[in-house]
């Protein structure tokens, strides 16, 4: 779990390289360092954890820590949904580069397919605004995640991490 901290931490790297928006870059920047931080952390605790033995305090410590690298990476992804949505530039030849960029104008596309079908099928009540009961949630980056099957998912790999393995390999 802690490496692929890591491999979320180089997709916020990645992205926002690419952002054209200052703050929203800076923002992905910043979520991606404490995912890292995070995610360091959690290494520590497990090897600690490993070599200690089984004990509540370190089980309830690793669990902790488990439960900040989850919401650290949902940070990175909700920034990173701002960042597609504010724009990306073209992303360098790198082929991680251009996984990335696959991977957000996917799932911009989906966004914008969601938008378009509420916009015609949208049910309005008396005052003209949108009923929220029937309306279906709009598409996140972290869903996209969940949806795709192991084999299919194009995001980048980790450098050190093992063949095949990538940041969507486990539901974060």
């Known amino acids: 779990i802690a490496s692929d901290g890591q ?7 990645i992205l926002a390289k690419q952002c054209l928006d200052q703050r929203c870059s ?7 360092e404490h995912t890292r931080t995070v995610s360091s952390q959690l290494g520590i605790v497990a090897r600690v954890k490993a070599v ?4 509540k305090t370190s089980s309830e410590l690793l669990l902790s820590n488990v439960q900040n690298l989850v919401r650290a990476v949902r940070h990175v992804l909700r920034a990173a949904e701002v960042a597609c949505v504010k724009g990306l530039g ?30 015609l099928n949208s049910n309005r009540d008396e005052l003209g605004l949108r009923k929220t009961r029937e309306a279906k949630a709009e598409p996140t980056l972290m869903a996209l995640v969940q949806e795709q ?16 393995h990538t940041v969507t390999d486990r539901h974060l």
Do not use: I, M
């Not at 800076?26 to 991606?32: D, G, I, K, W």
């Not at 580069?97 to 914008?112: D, I, M, T, Y």
């Not at 099957?149 to 095949?164: C, L």
């Open 90 to 119: 073209q992303p360098s030849p790198d082929p991680e580069e251009e996984e990335v960029a696959a991977f957000c104008l996917q799932w911009r596309k989906n966004l914008s397919l969601h938008r378009a079908k509420e916009a």
């Open 149 to 164: 099957p192991p084999q299919t998912r194009n995001v980048p790999k980790h450098p050190s991490a093992r063949k095949g």
């Open 26 to 32: 800076t923002e992905l920047l910043r979520a991606s």
């Open 52 to 55: 200690t033995g089984d004990s």
């Open 7 to 13: 491999v979320v931490v180089r997709f916020g790297h």
